[in-house]
């Protein structure tokens, strides 16, 4: 009885310390993410500066941004929405935002411009491909390979994955039709930027599934990012796409006999939303934070933790070493211009209107 | 005479001069009402939690209000339309879509009927997108004409496909769902089967019975044998015994499915071991994970205790005299087992049966692991549409199939095996 009366009173207490000391925002904040390497890569790049700058803040944790959209939505259903900043993936915002799940962001007025001055429309050029979206990174989905599995002629174009004379062996590739679509038709003579074009017919699927078909039984299907290093560490795979993050940490850290393959390296976004519709001090906290999390110098600290690239150009240069290895980071980050000489950047709002009909030809093709 | 007659003809009374039936009744009405008092919470609480959202669930399956609350002025235009003429519908239809879209581009509802009709018709999506931009600025009374402003925005705007789809999905409930998860689609002139390239969920439907029935099948001759040893060892060893059934129930599912595909990939302990044995050359490796075998053999490890249990439970209650009866009588072992154990085992065998093929037939991340392409359930494609296409409407229809399903097979096995030999413990 006595206890519980204190540790009401306390709460009490702490509830209106905070209110005080932080006018109208809330206290509390729910940030979901990718848990993993990825998340704690946040927690030391933004979290906890700002929880140095906002003592009193609790920051709540979740681990659910794979299932971000379905949770999103049936929380909105609900009524009852507990996040404040949600850490999603370009193709997952286009969605909720076009469901009315998260809010529109206005860049110019509500982030913080890039050190260089420039605006954040500037800054984020060609990236601000949904009006709810916070650019973070630049990640890449992309091939590994065993060097020791591979003989004497490493391989420099993604289409060594089609050539099963040169490179016999099992390739892990991701159990969906995005990427691995394009691919084919970039192998099969496609010029890159007609791919869409090709894919937009019917013909054109075909043709790229018929592609696929040529090494259909040499491939093992991942789902979850973690199953290609395994893959490749075991030797069970020669090539594997995965993120690049996760092969980065295959090499570097662990030391496998990997290399990386970034020809045709498919590049993809990841950033931060905010549910639609949050009261009013939560929202005020919701973009205090992102504001910054997101400015130029935030976006080059998590560089140091993991090998996703800035999404901002204004914090390429500022991207340094490795906090806990020390090995320079940029001859990894997927934008670096070596390793970005020929980059496929899939077409979110192509894929946007028309992945549930790919994954029904994918999933039939794949059953066949 | 007369008197006694009435007495005999008359009501029964009860001591309080009312009609002894009536009486009764009302007891009876009293008790049933006192138990039905002390079940209440628990039925609630079921009502509640279970039974209301999966019905609010299953009725998405066929719920299509939305295009009809966002579209109302376009969904009464167009009603006239006929879609069959090749002709685009007439300027009155593309002034109620503006209108509509005005008010929809402000309630920032118009993506959401764009990605319900993208489910039907690719690409509506985005013409829905990029024509709600354009209508906060539309001005109705001056704008126009609007079919020349609507083609401007995205030429999809002149495919009478959409148009059709708009129309086909203007009622307020659906079977467009149901057909979706069938492998067939509204067409022109009704109900026809999508092209061949396109059908999936029939093929996975058959695909997971089909194998949940080899699961169960295999979980029954692998039960059989343990579930007898752990009704007849004595004591301490059966305890042991039933530590180690239980140790692996008690582990978490995904660590078993990993350790699944350590041992069976290529690389893996079990191929290692058959190359250094001479069994199998190491070029050529079994490929044992990745198919239905892979799926088949974790799946019959993870559901094994569902079926050892209900069978020990049986077994333990079979009195060994029986047994040695028949022996005495002159029985042989096999004679004595198939005539008088086994028959007395069968309700074990039928609950685990039952357990195991329910949840085999709702398994999806075991299958989705090791499963490879051949060896996926219908689940997987429930949960990819509950989780990353939001076609919620759909996971409904296609849960709602698998469901009616499995109360049929219920249904049969009752009709043949008879529910009352079913036992638990």
């Keep these: 009885m006595k206890l519980t009366t204190t540790i009401m009173a306390s709460t009490a207490l702490t509830a209106l310390a905070g209110a005080a000391a932080a006018e109208d925002m809330a206290m509390e904040m729910t940030f979901v993410s990718w848990g993993g390497a990825y998340q704690a890569s946040q927690v030391k790049a933004y979290i906890e500066p700002y929880l140095e700058l906002n003592p009193g803040l609790t920051v709540i944790y979740d681990e659910s941004s794979a299932e971000a959209t379905a949770k999103m939505r049936a929380m909105s259903e609900a009524g009852n929405v507990t996040w404040d900043v949600v850490d999603a993936v370009i193709s997952d915002t286009i969605r909720m935002c076009d469901e009315g799940l998260i809010m529109e962001i206005d860049h110019d007025a509500q982030l913080a411009k890039g050190d260089d001055g420039s605006l954040p429309t500037e800054d984020w050029d060609g990236q601000l491909v949904s009006d709810c979206y916070i650019p973070l990174i630049v990640y890449s989905t992309t091939f590994g390979y065993r060097t020791d599995l591979v003989g004497d002629t490493a391989p420099t174009s993604v289409c060594a994955i089609f050539d099963t004379d040169a490179y016999p062996g099992k390739r892990a590739l991701q159990k969906r039709p995005i990427d691995n679509l394009e691919w084919a038709l970039y192998c099969d003579g496609v010029a890159k930027d007609e791919i869409y074009d090709v894919l937009s017919t019917d013909e054109g699927v075909d043709r790229a599934l018929d592609k696929l078909a040529t090494i259909k039984d040499d491939v093992v299907w991942w789902t979850a990012g973690a199953e290609t290093p395994q893959l490749l560490a075991d030797g069970e795979v020669v090539f594997g796409s995965t993120f690049n993050g996760r092969l980065f940490s295959a090499i570097a850290e662990q030391n496998q006999p990997i290399s990386m393959l970034w020809d045709m390296q498919s590049y993809d976004l990841d950033g931060l939303v905010i549910p639609a519709d949050l009261p009013a001090d939560r929202l005020a906290r919701a973009l205090d934070f992102v504001k910054f999390a997101t400015d130029t110098k935030r976006q080059a600290d998590q560089a140091a933790y993991i090998s996703y690239g800035p999404a901002r150009k204004s914090s390429a240069p500022l991207v340094g070493k490795h906090k806990e290895l020390g090995i320079e980071m940029a001859p990894h980050m997927p934008t670096d211009p070596a390793n970005a000489t020929n980059v496929h950047t899939y077409d979110y709002e192509w894929w946007a209107d028309n992945r549930d009909d790919m994954n029904a030809r994918f999933e039939a093709w794949l059953a066949k | ?425």
Excluded at chain 2, 87 to 92: I, M, R, Y
Excluded at chain 2, 292 to 314: D, E
Excluded at chain 2, 388 to 415: E, F, H
Aim: glycine fraction near 6%; aromatic fraction near 10%; charged fraction near 15%.
């Design chain 2, 1 to 425: 005479m007369s008197d006694a007659s009435a007495t005999q003809n008359g009501p029964v009374l009860a001591a309080d001069g009312t009609p002894l039936k009536r009486s009764l009744a009302r007891a009876l009405r009293r008790q049933k009402m006192r138990a039905l008092m002390l079940i209440a919470p628990l039925l609630l609480f079921i009502l509640v939690s279970f039974i209301l959202p999966i019905g609010d669930m299953l009725y998405r399956s066929v719920d299509n209000k939305i295009v009809q609350n966002i579209l109302p002025r376009t969904v009464v235009a167009l009603a006239d339309w006929d879609s069959t003429s090749g002709e685009l519908p007439s300027e009155a239809v593309y002034t109620a879509l503006a209108a509509d879209m005005k008010e929809a581009a402000a309630a920032k509802e118009h993506t959401k009927v764009g990605v319900r009709l993208n489910y039907e018709k690719p690409g509506v999506a985005s013409a829905f997108r990029k024509a709600g931009r354009r209508a906060k600025k539309f001005d109705l009374e001056a704008g126009g004409p609007w079919k020349e402003a609507f083609l401007k925005i995205d030429k999809k705007w002149g495919d009478t496909e959409v148009w059709r789809t708009i129309q086909t999905y203007s009622p307020p409930v659906t079977a467009g769902y149901f057909l979706n998860a069938v492998d067939m689609r509204v067409g022109v002139d009704g109900a026809e089967m999508r092209p061949e390239r396109e059908r999936i969920y029939m093929a996975l439907l058959k695909r997971t019975l089909w194998m949940s029935l080899l699961i169960t099948g295999s979980c029954i001759l692998l039960a059989y044998p343990v579930a007898w040893l752990l009704a007849n060892l004595p004591m301490r060893s059966a305890n042991m015994l039933m530590i180690l059934v239980l140790l692996p129930f008690w582990t978490s599912l995904l660590v078993r499915t990993s350790a699944w595909k350590i041992l069976l990939q290529q690389q893996g302990v079990i191929n290692d071991l058959l190359v250094w044995v001479g069994l199998v050359p190491d070029d050529a490796r079994l490929q044992i994970i990745n198919n239905q075998f892979g799926t088949i053999v974790a799946m019959t490890h993870i559901l094994l205790p569902f079926m050892i249990l209900p069978m020990y439970s049986v077994m333990q209650t079979i009195n060994p005299s029986y047994l040695r009866a028949a022996k005495s009588l002159g029985a042989t072992n096999w004679t004595a087992f198939w005539r008088v154990y086994f028959p007395q085992t069968v309700p074990g065998i039928g609950a685990g049966s039952i357990l195991v093929f329910i949840l085999a037939i709702g398994y999806y991340i075991t299958p989705a692991l090791v499963g490879g392409t051949k060896g996926t359930f219908i689940s997987n494609q429930i949960a990819f549409h509950i989780s990353t296409s939001l076609n919620w409407g759909l996971a409904a229809a296609l849960g709602a199939i698998l469901l009616v399903v499995v109360l049929v097979l219920y249904w049969a096995y009752d009709k043949i095996v008879g529910i009352d030999n079913v036992k638990l413990g």
